[in-house]
């Protein structure tokens, strides 16, 4: 099956918020971004028509395509112009992605701004068939006194931007009303430029189903909390059980190591969900065998990527550098280099006392241990995820391989750290 779509990227006034509309850049005026929603075994060919004032590009987040499909900085079209993608969907490849811009230098105001859809890839044989799905694309937005978007601070350079809104599928604080069958699955989306989401729905417990890439092996029950960093997805199954009241998602307080003078995080209400129009509440249990992944094996190659800080005083004036391995991003330099289908073990370090989501395109990977204060935990299940938060002073061990030649980004998934440099470049030959 072919899937064609036009993306026009342009400004357009939406009356979002009472006080009159405010300009939001989009895809085809839409907000959040029209979905994407495909088969695996699927060619997707998408044009982006760039009617912004700067250049643009479409990068699929999470999606195995080749790096000349892959809205890489180098490949940023001009205002006015187009480019079309071209990719195929193989097999495996069911899962929860997105599309955001990724031009140098402008991707983290362009998300901000709007622009960014979710994408999601469906497996012919599904083990969930039948459970009604609701999708929750998260974004954050951060408006000025006038209802526009505001334009950055030093803290937001700083610690990544934060609004006063955590915005569901482009509304603030809806009210969803619960599947009368008494079970949902929930994909979720952290579309925020920095925001992480320390994601609860008091009185209900959750079960965890699904990563970045796809389904897990099996469900993991029983949770009162998932933790979801800028750029990851998750997959839920949540059920009413005996609830008919109103529940509510919460964001609660995530420490993440803000750095100055910050005012405290609060927890924020994401969403009110109704359960009063449950009527059965007896759900069959979940299938114990989600999903088949195969370890990616035994590495023939290692990696090290260290993630700091470091202060800079430029005419009087603090600012903080983050860096990759010692250096800011330059778009003429390589900085990794890896043979096609051979797995690698990347050991990524974070150095800095700020949390940081590590994005890795172009392929899935596999998290092997994490490390805190010497001490090493290994994964106890297989997941395929392309962000990957690490905390501060933490170390995380990765699996990973990739399918093409060609020149990958990795980046911290704060995308105002993406933006002043926190970003390498891999090249695949
Ligand atoms: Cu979601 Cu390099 O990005
Ligand atoms: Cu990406
Ligand atoms: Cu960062």
């Known amino acids: 099956r072919l899937f064609k779509a036009t993306l026009t990227a342009k400004a357009v006034r939406v009356p979002l918020l009472k006080d009159g509309p405010t300009e939001f850049w989009t895809y085809n005026g839409s907000l959040p971004g029209p979905l994407i929603d495909v088969m695996e075994g699927d060619t997707v060919e998408i044009t982006l028509h760039n009617q912004l004032s700067q250049p643009t590009s479409i990068h699929w987040h999470g999606l195995p395509v080749p790096p000349s499909q892959d809205g890489n900085p180098q490949q940023a079209i001009a205002p006015g112009q187009k480019i079309t993608y071209r990719f195929t969907l193989p097999e495996g490849s069911a899962g929860t992605y997105w599309y955001h811009p990724h031009p140098h230098e402008f991707t983290a105001e362009q ?37 526009q978007i505001a334009p950055n601070n030093s803290d937001d350079w700083m610690n990544g931007r934060e609004g006063q809104f955590v915005l569901t599928n482009a509304q603030n604080k809806p009210t969803v009303h619960f599947d009368a069958g008494g079970r949902e699955r929930w994909r979720i989306w952290n579309a925020n430029s920095a925001r992480y989401l320390r ?3 008091p009185g209900s417990q959750l079960a965890l189903i699904g990563t970045d890439g796809g389904l897990l092996e099996h469900p993991i029950t029983g949770l009162t909390e998932h933790v979801l960093a800028p750029g990851q997805r998750i997959e839920l199954i949540v059920d009413a059980g005996k609830r008919r009241d109103q529940g509510k998602l919460i964001a609660a307080v995530y420490a993440r190591g803000k750095m100055g003078d910050v005012a405290p995080d609060k927890p924020l209400d994401i969403l009110t969900v109704d359960f009063s129009r449950v009527a059965t509440g007896q759900v069959v249990s979940l299938p114990a065998r989600l999903a088949t992944i195969k370890d990616l094996g035994r590495p023939v190659a290692q990696k090290r990527v260290v993630f700091s800080e470091k202060m800079t005083m430029t005419n009087g004036q603090h600012g903080m550098q983050f860096l990759v391995n010692g250096k800011e991003y330059d778009m003429h330099r390589i900085d990794l280099t890896s043979r096609v289908d051979e797995v690698e073990l990347w050991e990524i370090v974070n150095q800095s006392d700020m949390d940081h989501p590590f994005h890795l395109h172009g392929t899935q990977f596999q998290v092997q241990s994490r490390e805190m204060d010497g001490v090493v935990k290994t994964e106890s299940y297989l997941a395929w995820h392309d962000t990957i938060n690490l905390k501060s002073g933490e170390t995380v061990r990765i699996k990973t391989v990739q399918h093409w030649p060609g020149i990958r980004m990795f980046h911290c998934h704060i995308l105002e750290h993406e933006a002043v440099g926190m970003m390498g470049q891999l090249e695949v030959v």
């Open 199 to 201: 994601l609860q729905l």
């Open 111 to 147: 998300a901000s701004r709007g622009l960014a859809g979710g994408f999601i890839v469906r497996a012919k044989q599904d083990p969930l068939a039948g459970v009604p799905e609701r999708l929750l694309i998260l974004s954050d937005l951060k408006l000025d006194h006038m209802g």
